[in-house]
């Protein structure tokens, strides 16, 4: 038997330009990034772990510097009863830049080469680890498995790839098909940050710590053991969750009743998660949310507001003001059909407003 943990996709100094979130929490999220990582470094020595595989993208190429990896190499050479397996991704890529050749890592740690698929033999384990780095930042074609027959009949054979399943992708498109008929015992996949386990023997461990509000639900790493039959599960690690919430506002609601409804939201953890809250519905004319966030911040760690509601609209006074025009029409028809249907007075809510606004353009 074997044990081991399968984790990819830190994105370790990544600097976070691209998110809505502010200055302060994008470096307080940076060094999160490495804490995650060290958190699973000291678990697979804790619990004894035979490897650690790494799937791509351990860290950002373009931001990371020499100093940034000879702290990765410290943490690893910190494992030293652990088989540490590196496959590169496309933004870590293994080219003759690369900062993974500027260090000397520990005889604990593997990195594969860029030339093709290579095995790494490990005889006290009864094992061998197949994989592959990237050498640049797109692969639109995948060849890698072409002539590829794996041998070692008698060790357990695992392949550590990070590439794009079930897409014509310029990340190294992989046919699930074509893995799940490889004679892998499994298959460390890395690139999406969405956990998915396909089979016991073939699953993407996701990112560690998601990295914006693109990447909501749970995040961690799968731990597993191969033997007869393999036993893989994921292990929830992250230190926050992105959560994006829809608020249902109606008519009848003040300022102060949808601050308490948000301040009731149960979903996560207000004092660690990003919170990205969407009002919807009808609200009333005269209600400013403008403060909304000011009022909120002492209960979330970090909070956002999309406004998508509509005005509560004066129908008889606007069906009067426009009774000679198209809007006025619509009013008396939507009328008509019946207000009290929540549907049809969604859809009249929605139709005015876009005609009030075309009408002042």
């Not at 926050?240 to 609601?253: A, E, G």
Request: hydrophobic share 35%; glycine share 6%.
């Amino acid at each position: 038997m074997i044990n081991f943990v399968h984790t990819g996709d830190l994105h370790l100094g990544l600097q976070f330009r691209q998110v809505s979130f502010d200055k302060k929490r994008a470096k307080e999220r940076r060094r999160e990034l490495w804490t995650s990582f060290q958190r699973i470094v000291d678990y697979c020595v804790e619990k004894k772990k035979d490897f650690l595989f790494i799937a791509g993208d351990l860290f950002e190429h373009k931001y990371f510097t020499l100093g940034d990896i000879k702290r990765v190499r410290d943490i690893l050479a910190g494992a030293a009863e652990v088989n540490v397996v590196i496959a590169a991704g496309n933004h870590d890529y293994l080219n003759e830049n690369s900062l993974y050749n500027q260090v000397d890592w520990t005889c604990n740690v593997h990195i594969f080469g860029s030339t093709g698929l290579e095995k790494k033999v490990y005889d006290d384990l009864n094992t061998v680890v197949y994989g592959y780095s990237w050498n640049r930042m797109e692969i639109g074609e995948n060849s890698l498995f072409d002539d590829f027959r794996p041998v070692d009949v008698d060790y357990k054979k695992i392949l550590l790839i990070h590439g794009d399943v079930g897409y014509k992708s310029n990340y190294l498109p992989l046919d699930l098909n074509m893995l799940k008929s490889m004679d892998m015992d499994y298959i460390a996949l890395g690139h999406i940050h969405k956990p998915e386990i396909f089979t016991e023997k073939i699953a993407y461990c996701g990112c560690p710590e998601p990295l914006n509000f693109g990447e909501t639900g749970d995040r961690g790493f799968i731990e597993g053991t191969i033997e007869d039959d393999n036993k893989i599960e994921f292990k929830f690690c992250s230190r926050r969750r992105f959560i994006d919430i829809n608020i249902k506002i109606n008519p009848d609601m003040g300022y102060l009743d949808i601050v308490n409804k948000i301040k009731n939201i149960e979903e996560g953890n207000k004092a660690k998660d990003f919170y990205r809250i969407r009002l919807q519905g009808l609200i009333q004319n005269d209600l400013v949310l403008d403060d909304i966030i000011e009022d909120l911040k002492e209960e979330f760690y970090y909070i956002e507001l999309v406004n998508n509601t509509s005005p509560d609209y004066d129908l008889d006074s606007l069906e009067k003001d426009y009774e000679e025009n198209i809007i006025g029409q619509f009013i008396k028809e939507m009328k008509e059909k019946g207000l009290e249907r929540p549907q049809v007075k969604e859809a009249l809510y929605y139709g005015l407003e876009a005609l009030l606004k075309g009408r002042d353009n």
